[in-house]
């Protein structure tokens, strides 16, 4: 299918964002880095997206993140989250959604995915995430979902 990218850090990528719905604090702070010069080139983003053409059509935040005082299972230290993962409506139900889970599941670690709206918590569901306890100085929010490597 296509090729899921990192996303530099630049004011193109920031106009990009600005067609999607969750637009938000992140996206903000990329812009007011930007402007005061103070974004390095080699700093690694944690955004990640699927183009079409020249159109990004999906994207998705992911952290990594590591707490040794609360590992995720007992064992594991690491994990990613993925706080937004967003595709442009008119570009919805063509598997780019799914290509950005299979993206971050390849790092093969856990995944904790925060599900804002009731049909994201679905589509988490179906990649195999699941509702799980967590210690609430590291969640992120209250509709955290996780996956977990077999």
């Not at 920031?14 to 604090?25: N, P, T, V």
């Not at 955004?47 to 935040?61: K, N, S, T």
Request: hydrophobic share 35%; charged share 35%.
């Amino acid at each position: 299918m296509s090729k899921v990218k990192n996303l530099a850090i630049n004011y193109k990528t920031a106009e990009e964002f600005k067609k999607f719905r969750e637009y938000g604090s992140q996206e903000l702070h990329m812009i007011d880095e930007l402007e005061a010069n103070m974004i390095d080139a080699d700093i690694d983003s944690p955004f990640y997206g699927i183009y079409l053409g020249e159109e990004l059509v999906a994207r998705m935040c992911l952290y990594r993140r590591k707490d040794a005082e609360h590992p995720i299972d007992n064992d594991t230290a690491e994990y990613l989250v993925i706080w937004k993962l967003e595709v442009l409506e008119k570009y919805q139900g063509r598997g780019f959604g799914s290509e950005l889970i299979e993206y971050a599941k390849s790092f093969n670690l856990p995944i904790k995915a925060i599900s804002r709206f009731q049909n994201s918590r679905d589509f988490f569901e179906k990649h195999g995430f699941e509702s799980h306890e967590y210690d609430i100085e590291r969640d992120l929010a209250d509709e955290s979902l996780m996956w977990t490597p077999n």
